[in-house]
């Protein structure tokens, strides 16, 4: 079975690895230590990328959870904390950016398959060569459904039209990979461009 469809995740695939710096600015403009902002990539992460809850009620809530109760109220300061959150995802790897969309010059369906909350994609969907030129996009906010949950690939490949052995995923989290190739998907663990791609040129051979 030949290979019909590429699909990509978006965070440290598509876009750079999330800079750490973002949380120790969050420590700075706050006076509270980094290690609690760290924790915005925790359990409370998923109501975020289901398109739950906004930014700003992430952080109230992490704040919350970590007994700073009035800066948790303090709805300008989760407001600029969900904004520098947000922000720190907006770099794009366009050495990857470029490669996604030569594979589908070269005839191969490009999908997008991401956890991603709302308000990134209102704010830079279309400043993101891949998300706007994708054959097909699904992001876990507009389908309250998140990786690994088998449901959401089934949606990615039902909009490519493709069969599972057909699609190539790939993506940075073990996880997204074993659920992908449960369904007879070929997952390709995301550790760096060069290893990917290297990988991928392997299989379609």
């Known amino acids: 079975m030949s290979i019909k469809a590429v699909i990509f995740d978006f965070g440290n695939v598509i876009s750079v690895t999330q800079p750490n710096t973002c949380f120790y600015n969050m420590a700075e403009l706050t006076?509270?230590?980094?290690e609690i902002?760290?924790?915005a990539m925790g359990?409370?992460?998923?109501?975020?990328?289901?398109?739950?809850?906004s930014a700003a009620e992430l952080y109230s809530r992490v704040l919350k959870d970590n007994g700073y109760d009035s800066e948790s109220?303090?709805?300008d300061l989760c407001r600029?904390?969900?904004?520098?959150?947000?922000?720190?995802?907006?770099?794009?790897?366009?050495?990857?950016?470029?490669w996604a969309l030569e594979l589908q010059r070269q005839g191969y369906k490009l999908g997008v398959l991401s956890n991603m909350p709302y308000?990134?994609?209102?704010?830079?969907?279309?400043?993101?060569?891949?998300?706007v030129k994708a054959d097909y996009a699904v992001f876990s906010c507009n389908v309250h459904i998140i990786k690994p949950d088998a449901r959401i690939y089934k949606l990615?490949?039902?909009?490519?039209?493709?069969?599972p052995e057909e699609a190539v995923f790939f993506d940075d989290l073990q996880k997204n990979i074993?659920?992908?190739?449960?369904?007879?998907?070929?997952g390709i663990l995301w550790e760096n461009f060069n290893q990917a791609k290297a990988e991928f040129e392997k299989l379609v051979k």
């Not at 006076?31 to 980094?34: A, Q, T």
């Not at 969900?82 to 950016?97: K, Y």
């Not at 830079?124 to 060569?129: A, E, L, T, V």
Request: proline residues 6%; aromatic residues 10%.
């Open 31 to 34: 006076g509270i230590p980094h």
């Open 119 to 131: 308000e990134f994609l209102e704010r830079y969907k279309q400043n993101i060569p891949p998300f």
């Open 37 to 39: 902002f760290f924790k």
């Open 73 to 75: 109220q303090d709805k």
């Open 178 to 186: 074993d659920a992908a190739k449960a369904l007879g998907i070929n």
């Open 80 to 98: 600029k904390l969900g904004d520098m959150d947000l922000s720190s995802w907006n770099h794009i790897n366009t050495q990857v950016s470029d």
């Open 156 to 163: 990615e490949l039902d909009g490519l039209g493709v069969k």
């Open 43 to 53: 359990p409370q992460r998923s109501d975020f990328d289901l398109g739950v809850i």
